[in-house]
């Protein structure tokens, strides 16, 4: 048989079984009807039918439309066999009538109808039942605007009309069905839609008119888009039956459904990718940014006007710069890979555990599950790659200075942290430390770390080698040390409390290493901190640098790594001495002032005199001079140590009132876990 003879047997199977597909899809009512192992036999379909009978109580015309659909396909398929067993293409009926015996198809080309290319036969005791007709096709893509047609890419055929196309949604949507006259009654079909065949709230069935479109009827969902339609001619158009990118038609079982769909024009813009860029196949432009593409789950990702719509199963997430998806590693356990868009720049973002349902949010965080040694914790990684973090807080520590260390408390139990520890049930981190500034609390925390200039210009192999500091950042501290690293080397910073000179020790010996100056010195009290909540007690000590104080609880703030930030800004206080008029009181209620405009819900201005319930909760009764200093805007010194010649600090019932304050505070910005 000559080759043309062959293709045009080859192209008419194809078409036959699209048709069997399509219907499957159809009849099973699933928009997204996958055909797994891309081909479906007949025994399968009536299966369905039999279910949709069982769960629908489809009326009598439903079945019959189905048992006709059933019977057209079971006939057309037969045909199909039949003629490309035999080869029997026919210049018209009475030659393939002539040439076969009942019961036999064949094929009569050119076709007898417009547009046709083959024409399809059944020699029926003798005379030719026509099964249906394929179209002639040309194999075109034609680019629309998606609110024109809903279909981005086209396939048309000779006189322009749409035979089917890729969706905005990235789906195939093939819309050429053609049936002979009368095999479906549309009567029926619209009887049946309304007696529920199609659910209630989903679609609904609509007449129009030719003058109207023309679509003659159509099954249309909520918002007016046709799922489902009848033209003038009597076509059946089916847009919505999907195949996998794996899928394989029945006929042809060596063709992929990339060499299936696309013809010779397109196939050549597709392109093998490796494994690593997580994507079997793609389209690019000439800027190598993807246009459409495969990845190796066999799903299909598309770039439509700038936005990338990609299958949102719990394996791929998308934003406007980056995929995510997930991948098993040698252990079967789920990793996570990022793809940025710009440039297709792969990055793996977990090694570890077993990491599951991603989320990509705006800002580029991705955000996700991840199981190890039998528990489950919520992490965040940045889409571009690097340090994974907590979402939320795993600890709370507070920072500041000697009203966060508890001066003027009563033993241990008396500094806030340890009194609002016991409301929330959680032991809270004290790191305060008497008399220090802002910005030496900010070294310590690590926000704003002290920067060290090495004697000599380098860390020696071993031993201790004095340093200079930017920031007194063990001023007052209890022994005088504080671990952490000077350019990637681990160490020990001591200072001499006579002399105030520092020594930076190496923990383990190595290799010399050059340190230029000014490199940061980094607290691992402060990195062991970066995933807490913390409470930013900060400006006492230096209250007349209102900007000071603002860049530097800043800078604590930006220091922390948990995605959901948690911290709670506390403004200054005022001893009782510093009220209206006074210099100190105009620079705290400044600084204050600033704080809570940055900080919002997130700031609780502690200096302020305690209310009515206040005092009630902590059963105290204010005295005279109480009363005088409430009046001045300031917490009575009955709330303060009374061994203190600033009138600053706090004795137990005063920071039991800043811990009730904080523990309201996180009750209602939702913090407690």
């Known amino acids: 048989m000559p080759a043309s003879a062959q293709n045009i047997l080859d192209a008419a199977a194809s078409k036959i079984q699209t048709v069997v597909d ?48 059933m019977a057209a396909a079971q006939t057309a398929q037969s045909a199909a066999s039949a003629a490309l067993a035999s080869g029997h293409v026919y210049a018209d009926t009475a030659s393939g009538m002539a040439a076969t015996a009942s019961g036999n198809g064949f094929f009569v080309a050119p076709s007898s109808r417009a547009g046709g290319l083959i024409d399809v036969y059944l020699n029926a005791s003798g005379t030719p039942q026509l099964i249906g007709t394929i179209a002639a096709l040309n194999t075109v893509v034609v680019p629309v605007p998606a609110e024109a047609a809903g279909l981005p890419l086209q396939f048309v055929d000779a006189n322009g009309r749409t035979a089917g196309g890729i969706t905005a949604d990235g789906s195939w949507a093939p819309r050429k069905l053609v049936l002979p006259a009368g095999s479906v009654s ?7 839609a309304q007696a529920g065949f199609v659910p209630d709230g989903v679609s609904q069935f609509l007449g129009l008119t030719p003058e109207e479109s023309s679509t003659l009827w159509a099954i249309v969902d909520q918002i007016g888009r046709m799922a489902v339609w009848v033209d003038a001619s009597g076509g059946i158009s089916l847009p919505k039956a999907i195949l996998g990118a794996a899928a394989r038609l029945a006929d042809r079982v060596d063709l992929s459904l990339k060499d299936r769909v696309f013809g010779d024009a397109l196939a050549g813009l597709f392109s093998s990718l490796a494994p690593e860029t997580g994507y079997s196949l793609a389209i690019v432009d000439q800027n190598g940014r993807l246009v459409l593409g495969i990845p190796q789950n066999g799903t299909i990702a598309a770039r439509v006007s700038r936005a990338l719509v990609v299958q949102t199963d719990a394996g791929y997430r998308a934003n406007a710069n980056y995929v995510v998806r997930t991948t098993l590693d040698a252990q079967g356990n789920r990793q996570l890979i990022s793809f940025r868009l710009s440039d297709g720049q ?3 973002l977990t090694t570890n555990g077993d990491n599951y349902e991603p989320e990509l949010t705006a800002d580029d965080a991705v955000l996700f599950h991840h199981a190890e040694g039998g528990s489950v914790t919520d992490l965040w990684v940045p889409a571009a790659g690097g340090a994974i973090n907590p979402v939320r807080y795993t600890s709370i520590d507070a920072w500041g200075d000697s009203l966060t260390a ?13 009194r609002l520890g016991l409301l929330v049930g959680k032991s809270i981190g004290n790191y305060g430390i008497g008399g220090q500034t802002s910005t030496q609390i900010a070294a310590r925390q ?10 000599g210009g380098a860390i020696p192999a071993s031993g201790g080698v004095s340093v200079t500091l930017t920031v007194d950042v063990l001023y007052h501290t209890t022994g005088q040390t504080l671990d952490g690293t000077i350019a990637g080397v681990h160490g020990t910073l001591s200072r001499d409390p006579s002399s105030g000179n520092y020594t930076f ?12 100056q000014n490199t940061p010195f980094i607290p691992d009290l402060g990195v062991g901190s970066r995933n807490s909540l913390q409470l930013l007690w900060l400006g006492r000590n230096n209250l007349t640098g209102t900007q000071q104080i603002q860049t530097d609880v800043a800078a604590c703030v930006g220091y922390l790594t948990t995605y959901v930030k948690s911290y709670v800004v506390m403004g200054v206080l005022n001893s009782a001495r510093e009220i209206p008029n006074t210099t100190n009181y105009q620079y705290i209620v ?22 009515a319930a206040e005092m009630a909760a902590l ?14 805007d300031a917490i009575p010194r009955g709330m303060r140590f009374n061994q203190d010649p600033s009138d600053v600090h706090l004795n137990d019932i005063g920071y039991q009132l800043v811990a009730n304050r904080l523990f309201k505070l996180l009750t209602d910005r939702g913090y407690l876990l």
Do not use: C, H, M
């Open 22 to 69: 399509g219907l499957v899809a159809w009849w099973r009512g699933d928009e997204n009807t996958v055909v797994n192992n891309g081909s479906v036999n007949l025994p399968t379909l009536a299966a369905l039918v039999k279910s949709v009978q069982d769960k629908t109580g489809a009326v009598d015309s439903v079945q019959t439309i189905i048992a006709a659909a």
């Open 619 to 632: 059963n105290y009764t204010p005295t005279a001079d109480d009363q005088t200093d409430i009046n001045n």
């Open 590 to 611: 400044a600084v204050n002032q600033t704080l809570s405009n940055t900080y919002g819900p997130r700031f609780v201005d502690i200096r302020v005199p305690p209310t």
């Open 406 to 418: 508890g001066y003027g408390a009563t033993g241990n139990g008396g500094p806030y942290p340890y």
């Open 186 to 192: 549309r009567a029926a079909l619209a009887a049946d």
């Open 446 to 455: 690590g926000g704003a770390p002290a920067l060290v200039t090495v004697s």
């Open 505 to 516: 020790t190496r923990s383990t010996s190595g290799s010399s290493v050059a340190v230029a």
């Open 346 to 348: 792969g990055t793996a």
